[in-house]
T-cell receptor, first 112, second 111 residues
Framework: GQQLNQSPQSMFIQEGEDVSMNCTSS?????WLWYKQDPGEGPVLLIA?????ELTSNGRLTAQFGITRKDSFLNISASIPSDVGIYFC????????????FGTGTRLKVLA | SAVISQKPSRDICQRGTSLTIQCQVD?????MFWYRQQPGQSLTLIAT?????????ESGFVIDKFPISRPNLTFSTLTVSNMSPEDSSIYLC????????FGPGTRLLVL
C-alpha cells in the first residue's frame, strides 16, 4: 500500500539532546497524526494536527502541520531513555473516509 | 479517547489453519479498522469493518483470506484463514473516536 516518506529512518542520540523527524508526501493531507510504538505494543497517539501551519505541543513533544499540507514535523526536546521506540506519522487525505496512510517510521534510540 | 482490547495477544499457529482475532472497544464507535504490521515494517490497512454490512477491503486484501465480522458498535473479529508463514505479523484493531486509536495488537507467528 501507499506509504509516507519518513526521515530519518533511525537515529541514535544522547540523553538530553533534541530530536527532529519529518514526514513528507507528494499528496495533500487534511490531518496529520503522530504515534509512538513501543516493542510489543500498539501505536499510541502523541499529537493530532488538523490545520495547515498548526503547531501543537504535548509535554516535550512539538509537532507542526506543514504549510503546504504535504509534510509534518515532530520534535522531541531534552530526550530521555523512555523516548526509545518507533515513531510513525499518519496522514489522512479525505476527511470523510477516516482512512490514514502511515509513514515508514523513525526508530529512535537514546543513549544514556 | 477509546480503550481497545484484543484477544489473543499472541499465538503460534500451524500453516493451513485459521485464527480469529477479537477486538473489543469500551464505547460505541462507528468506524473500526484492521491493520497488518509485518516484522520491522509500518502499518498497512487491511479493511474497514462496517457494522451490519460487509467489510470494505483495501487493494491486495480479500474477504476469503481475511473475513471480518462487525456484529455491533463495540466489537469486531478478523480471521486469518489458511495461514502461511508469510502471514506472520502483528494484527492491529483501531477505531475512529475523534481521532484514530489502536489496540495493543495480536502477534501471530505461523510455522
Amino acid at each position: 500500500g501507499q506509504q509516507l516518506n519518513q526521515s530519518p529512518q533511525s537515529m541514535f542520540i544522547q540523553e538530553g539532546e533534541d530530536v527532529s523527524m519529518n514526514c513528507t508526501s507528494s499528496s495533500i493531507f487534511n490531518t496529520w497524526l503522530w504515534y509512538k510504538q513501543d516493542p510489543g505494543e500498539g501505536p499510541v497517539l502523541l499529537i493530532a494536527l488538523y490545520k495547515a501551519g498548526e503547531l501543537t505541543s504535548n509535554g516535550r513533544l512539538t509537532a507542526q502541520f506543514g504549510i503546504t499540507r504535504k509534510d509534518s514535523f515532530l520534535n522531541i526536546s531534552a530526550s530521555i531513555p523512555s523516548d526509545v521506540g518507533i515513531y510513525f506519522c499518519a496522514g489522512q487525505m479525505n476527511s470523510g473516509t477516516y482512512k490514514y496512510i502511515f509513514g515508514t517510521g523513525t526508530r529512535l534510540k537514546v543513549l544514556a | 479517547s477509546a480503550v481497545i482490547s484484543q484477544k489473543p495477544s499472541r499465538d503460534i499457529c500451524q500453516r493451513g489453519t485459521s485464527l480469529t482475532i477479537q477486538c473489543q472497544v469500551d464505547s460505541q464507535v462507528t468506524m473500526m479498522f484492521w491493520y497488518r504490521q509485518q516484522p520491522g515494517q509500518s502499518l498497512t490497512l487491511i479493511a474497514t469493518a462496517n457494522q451490519g454490512s460487509e467489510a470494505t477491503y483495501e487493494s491486495g486484501f480479500v474477504i476469503d483470506k481475511f473475513p471480518i465480522s462487525r456484529p455491533n458498535l463495540t466489537f469486531s473479529t478478523l480471521t486469518v484463514s489458511n495461514m502461511s508463514p508469510e502471514d506472520s505479523s502483528i494484527y492491529l484493531c483501531s477505531v475512529e473516536s475523534e481521532t484514530q486509536y489502536f489496540g495493543p495488537g495480536t502477534r501471530l507467528l505461523v510455522l
